[in-house]
């Protein structure tokens, strides 16, 4: 019954290496968000997409990008990881951009080498 | 903006014992606060919120308390079991401006010993 479900759960790539991440949502939330997580440290917004509307943090890195083809999927793209870029992605979803309730994905590990 | 940090970084309790976690926050025009529980390698996982025209809400084995004057904000477990060892992180959200945001504290180490 998994509501957010990322893909791959462990990723590594290469420096410099193009690499995607991916979600999806059997919620149909209108909105969705990127967050990255290093180790013992709180999430950190990237982006988020409400409905078709993608919506930057003005501290994300222009390495990342996103992708939103539809209302249950959504891509996290980093054009050239570095090593400063290994981190937990984590996925989330929610009804609106009101006051309701995130829901996470479980995450993926990126590893860069 | 908002700011929203914990007091505590580890807490340490015994099996049966009750855990309080603390958080606090900077802006006062903050109206929704959720607390997560992020267990070792997992996504962050929802156990209660609170929106500010309230001072208390209870779930199973939880409460969260709300204090908009001293702009605190509480989870306490009760009856603290090993299943509940996990970092638990408060969030905020601030009205106006990027209304969607939710910035998350720094995160609590729970550890309950059998």
């Known amino acids: 019954d998994a509501m957010v479900i990322q893909n791959p759960r462990y990723q590594v790539t290469q420096f410099g290496k193009p690499v995607t991440l991916s979600c999806s949502q059997t919620?149909?939330?209108?909105?969705m968000y990127w967050y990255q997580q290093k180790s013992s440290q709180a999430p950190k917004l990237l982006f988020h997409y409400y409905d078709k509307d993608f919506n930057n943090e003005a501290d994300t890195p222009d390495n990342f990008q996103s992708r939103r083809p539809n209302t249950s999927f959504c891509f996290l793209d980093i054009r050239s990881p570095g090593l400063g870029d290994a981190a937990m992605y984590l996925c989330?979803?929610?009804?609106?951009?009101?006051?309701?309730?995130?829901?996470f994905g479980p995450g993926t590990r990126l590893t860069v080498t | 903006g908002e700011s929203v940090g914990l007091h505590l970084p580890t807490l340490s309790v015994q099996e049966g014992d009750n855990s309080i976690i603390n958080c606090a926050y900077s802006n006062s025009a903050s109206d929704y606060f959720i607390w997560y529980k992020q267990e070792s390698g997992k996504g962050p996982q929802f156990i209660i919120d609170?929106?500010?025209?309230?001072d208390k809400r209870q779930g199973q084995r939880v409460t969260v308390l709300l204090n908009k004057t001293v702009k605190h904000l509480s989870l306490q477990i009760a009856a603290t079991q090993p299943g509940d060892s996990a970092v638990y992180f408060c969030?905020?959200?601030?009205?106006?401006?990027?209304?969607?945001?939710?910035?998350f504290g720094k995160g609590t180490l729970l550890t309950v010993n059998p």
């Open positions: 969030a905020g959200r601030a009205v106006g401006g990027s209304n969607y945001k939710l910035t």
């Open positions: 919620l149909n939330h209108n909105v």
């Open positions: 609170i929106r500010s025209n309230m």
């Open positions: 989330a979803t929610s009804r609106d951009r009101g006051r309701t309730e995130q829901y």
